[in-house]
C-alpha cells in the first residue's frame, strides 16, 4: 500500500505551535525527496519545506526561522514543527514524495505521491 497519512494539524491562536507529522507507506524517506505544501483558500498550492534522502532542507522564505522539516528513517515519518504561527499560515497542509532523491526546489510539480492533508487554522 502506497499512501502518506498527515496528522497533528488543529486551530491555534496566532504565536501558538504545531507540529504536522507524514506517515509513509510504500515510499520512504531513506529514498526520496519529501516535502510539505499548503494550499489556503483561493489560492494557488505553495511548497513550504521539502527535505533530500542526504537531509538538506529548503523553506520558503515566508516561513525561514519558524518552521522546521525533519524526518524519521527508522519510522518512515516526515514532520513539519510549525512555531510562531501567523493567520497567513492557514491552510490545507499535504505531505509528499517525490521520488528521486534531491529536492532541488520548491516546486510540486515532480512529486507523485501525495496525502490527503490536514488543517491548519491559525486565529488572530
Known amino acids: 500500500q502506497v499512501r502518506l497519512v498527515e496528522s497533528g494539524g488543529g486551530s491555534v491562536q496566532a504565536g501558538g505551535s504545531l507540529r504536522l507529522s507524514c506517515a509513509a507507506s510504500g515510499v520512504t524517506p531513506r529514498s526520496s525527496c519529501m516535502g510539505w505544501f499548503r494550499q489556503a483558500p483561493g489560492k494557488e498550492r505553495e511548497g513550504v519545506a521539502n527535505i533530500d534522502t542526504g537531509g538538506t532542507t529548503r523553506y520558503v522564505d515566508s516561513v525561514k526561522g519558524r518552521f522546521t522539516i525533519s524526518k524519521d528513517n527508522a519510522k518512515n515519518t516526515l514532520y513539519l514543527q510549525m512555531n510562531n504561527l501567523k493567520p497567513e499560515d492557514t491552510a490545507m497542509y499535504y505531505c509528499?514524495?517525490?521520488?528521486?532523491?534531491?529536492?532541488?526546489?520548491?516546486?510540486?510539480?515532480?512529486?507523485?505521491?501525495w496525502g490527503r492533508g490536514t488543517q491548519v487554522a491559525v486565529s488572530s
Open positions: 509528499a514524495a517525490r521520488y528521486e532523491s534531491f529536492c532541488g526546489n520548491l516546486s510540486g510539480a515532480n512529486f507523485r505521491l
